[in-house]
C-alpha cells in the first residue's frame, strides 16, 4: 500500500497513459496514474509520491472544499467579494434576497449559469472599460466562458477579452488583476519582460495577487460549481 500522510494513494494502470503521473482529484484524493505494462514495485511507488510531497500538500490544499462555494442548503457562497447564506427552496429561481441566495432544490446548470452570469458579466465590462481608459489600452468586446483551464483569455484579432466565470465566486481583486493582465496583451502578445513591465504599471504588486489566484484550483471550482458547459448570453449592461 502506498500512502500519503495518512492517506491511501490509488494506484491505476491505463492503455492511454503515455507516462507516469500523479494527481489529485477535485474529490482530494492522490492516484499514481501508470502506462499499462509498467514495471514497478510498491517501494518505487512510495519513493515517487515521497519525492513529490510539496506538490501534493499545494494540490490538497487547494482541494480543500472550505475555500470553494457550497450550494447545499445551509451553505455559504461568496459572490463579487460578499458571502451569502444558501436556501433551498422547492419550486424557486435563483435570487439574492437580503444575505441569503436562494436556488432551487433540484440544481439546474442552465438557469443558476444564467444567474451567475448575469451579476459578473456587468462588473467583468466596468472592469475591462476601466482600465481600457485609464491607461489608454483597448479592447472591442467582452465575453464569459467556462474553461477549465484558464481565468481569461485575450483574443488579438478580435479584440475580445474573455473572462471565466468562475471568478464571480472569487475575491474580486483576483478578477481585476485577470482584467489588467488581459488587457495587457493588447500590447504584448506574449508573457515577456515588457508584458510583465506592463502589468506591474497597470497592477502594481501584481506578483502577490497572481500567486493567491494560483491558490484556486480551477478544475475544482468548475465541480463544485456545476454550470455546466456554456455560457448564456447575459442581459445586464456594465455600469456608467
Not at 151 to 168: D, R
Not at 181 to 187: G, T
Not at 208 to 227: G, N, Q
Amino acid at each position: 500500500m502506498v500512502i500519503f500522510e495518512g492517506r491511501q494513494v490509488n494506484i491505476v494502470r491505463s492503455a492511454r497513459a503515455a507516462r507516469t503521473r500523479l494527481y489529485v482529484s477535485v474529490d482530494g484524493e492522490v492516484t499514481i496514474e501508470l502506462p499499462e505494462g509498467t514495471r514497478v514495485d510498491e517501494a518505487q511507488l512510495q519513493a515517487f509520491v515521497d519525492r513529490h510531497k510539496r506538490f501534493l500538500r499545494t494540490r490538497l490544499r487547494n482541494a480543500d472544499p472550505a475555500r470553494y462555494p457550497d450550494f447545499a442548503d445551509g451553505g455559504k457562497v461568496r459572490l463579487l467579494g460578499k458571502e451569502y447564506v444558501v436556501r433551498r427552496v422547492d419550486g424557486s429561481g435563483y435570487r439574492l434576497q437580503g444575505d441569503a441566495l436562494v436556488a432551487p432544490t433540484e440544481w439546474d446548470e442552465g438557469a443558476a449559469c444564467a444567474f451567475f452570469a448575469e451579476i459578473f458579466c456587468p462588473y467583468a465590462e466596468w472592469l475591462a472599460e476601466w482600465y481600457a481608459g485609464l491607461y489608454g489600452m483597448k479592447y472591442r468586446q467582452v465575453k464569459l466562458d467556462l474553461r477549465q483551464t484558464s481565468w481569461g483569455v485575450y483574443y488579438p484579432q478580435k479584440g475580445l477579452i474573455s473572462f471565466n466565470l468562475h471568478l464571480v465566486f472569487l475575491p474580486t481583486r483576483l478578477a481585476e488583476y485577470v482584467a489588467a493582465h488581459e488587457l495587457c496583451h493588447s500590447r504584448h502578445p506574449d508573457h515577456s519582460p515588457a508584458f510583465w513591465a506592463d502589468v506591474e504599471r497597470v497592477y502594481p504588486g501584481y506578483r502577490e495577487t497572481d500567486k493567491e489566484l494560483s491558490t484556486y484550483d480551477l478544475r475544482v471550482l468548475k465541480a463544485r460549481a456545476s454550470l455546466g458547459s456554456h455560457v448564456p448570453k447575459p442581459r445586464g449592461k456594465a455600469p456608467r
